[in-house]
């Protein structure tokens, strides 16, 4: 188990004499049900998307193994690097820019972690074990058939979505097509595929059956962001102490001034962290709103306005709000606008071919019989069209001519090629002994890749 410790007296129980356990109530509510509806929208895209083709390409493919990228059918290799980089900054900057306004939403609701964890994992563990309370006094319990009945079940589930989840995991990896293989070939043809498809299992089974929400409080750097990215402007999900101090029960005659919060704890009980959202603005929290649900249900029945917990600027709270426009959120808006700019201009005006163009080793020309000059050239061509494609090799300048060494004429789907050809020109036509010359190559009638390179020859050799 894990030394990390979650300060939670409430729900905690002693599972390990270094880690506090968290039992979370099972939250329900009108934010719940909303976040069910993202989240399960969420799992259907993540399940359905590396399976998805377009144009005969994976709708979402990182091979890094090949290093391959499929995006929306877009195929993208190694020489499309300053692309991808492009459009991982786009995405840091949303998030960020995300975080700026609304702070950790997007752990609560849109994580894959928690999406998983609260919504599929914990859920099965409501259903086998029962609601929080039942849960802790069956672990501190005796062990008894019963107990270890359901705890078998409970992680042979587990175990089963995990070896699904690392499936799905592997398809984004290595595409759909490897993995139906991988899985319809006999086992001794893909061994290496087998290997990764246990190991990720465990790691899955291991991070949704034990390591839970260390992943959100510990060993994920973007929890540990908040504290620069947050500010006052920021609306996070809060506790009004205006309104709810001082707590307590609620009495129905008293001459002194109470607080709206009865001291209910449910939303500590309902926290997938375990933390007291009342103590303030905490790294741990996830922002998944569960406890706003349970105060507002409290709230409901004695009577008071809803929202005692919400989403607030910590400024607002606080009384130190005085801006009225984030000058933060508009920086990074025009960050973002900017490499989304670049990013649009680089991906319309990618080539369909990506072309090196090489002076053959140890050469400069040639002179021939026949009057003429000659260099010796040799280009590699990778195609990135995602199809076979015909093509042809032609020079700008109308006095050299190509000679090819090795006629090619097709690329293959995502193959390549190397050529090997001669750029010729007449003794008369030279007028300088280096010159730069433009090379363009041609799918039928459309330019696809245009290449710079220079040629030697002395003039006066009439």
């Known amino acids: 188990m894990s030394t990390v410790v979650v300060n939670n007296a409430n729900n905690g129980g002693s599972k390990s004499k270094k880690r506090q356990w968290i039992y979370a109530k099972k939250p329900q509510g009108a934010l719940y049900r909303k976040r069910q509806w993202v989240g399960y929208t969420l799992l259907l895209f993540l399940f359905v998307a590396p399976f998805i083709k377009v144009n005969g390409e994976p709708f979402l493919m990182f091979n890094i193994i090949e290093r391959k990228f499929s995006i929306l059918g877009n195929l993208f290799y190694p020489q499309d690097l300053y692309i991808f980089v492009f459009g991982m900054l786009i995405i840091m900057v949303c998030v960020v820019l995300f975080t700026v306004v609304f702070g950790r939403v997007w752990c609560g609701w849109t994580c894959p972690q928690t999406i998983f964890l609260e919504l599929i994992f914990r859920r099965i563990e409501y259903w086998i074990e029962g609601d929080w309370q039942q849960q802790k006094k069956c672990d501190e319990g005796p062990d008894t058939d019963q107990k270890q009945m359901k705890k078998l079940l409970k992680h042979g589930i587990f175990l089963i979505i995990s070896f699904f989840i690392s499936n799905i995991f592997l398809a984004y990896i290595i595409g759909s097509d490897a993995l139906i293989k991988i899985i319809s070939d006999p086992l001794d043809q893909h061994i290496a595929g087998l290997i990764s498809i246990i190991v990720f299992t465990l790691v899955f089974y291991a991070v949704f059956a034990y390591i839970r929400e260390i992943v959100c409080i510990a060993i ?177 300048d109308p006095k050299l001519k190509i000679q090819l060494v090795n006629p090619i004429q097709k690329l293959g789907k995502d193959g390549h090629a190397t050529l090997s050809f001669f750029l010729i020109i007449a003794n008369k036509d030279v007028e300088t002994y280096k010159s730069n010359i433009k090379l363009s190559i041609y799918s039928g009638d459309k330019k696809v890749e245009s290449l710079k390179t220079t040629f030697i020859a002395p003039p006066g050799m009439n």
């Open 220 to 396: 994920c750097p973007y929890g540990r962001l908040q504290g620069v990215l947050l500010d006052d402007q920021s609306i996070t999900v809060a506790y009004d102490h205006r309104r709810g101090e001082p707590r307590g029960k609620q009495q129905k005659s008293t001459s002194t001034s109470q607080g709206d919060c009865v001291d209910c704890k449910l939303c500590v009980h309902v926290c997938p962290t375990g933390i007291d959202i009342r103590k303030g603005l905490q790294l741990e929290c996830v922002s998944c709103t569960a406890c706003i649900d349970a105060c507002d249900a409290v709230m409901e029945k004695i009577g008071k306005p809803k929202k005692l917990i919400g989403f607030y600027p910590m400024g607002e709270i606080e009384g130190t709000l005085k801006k009225k426009s984030n000058i933060r959120a508009v920086a990074y808006s025009i960050v973002l606008v900017a490499l989304m700019s670049v990013f649009g201009f680089l991906l319309f005006n990618r080539s369909l071919v990506d072309g090196r163009l090489l002076r053959a080793k140890g050469s400069t020309y040639q002179l021939r019989d026949d009057k003429t000059i000659s260099n010796l050239y040799a280009l590699e061509l990778i195609n990135k069209s995602g199809k076979e494609m015909p093509f042809r090799l032609v020079c700008e």
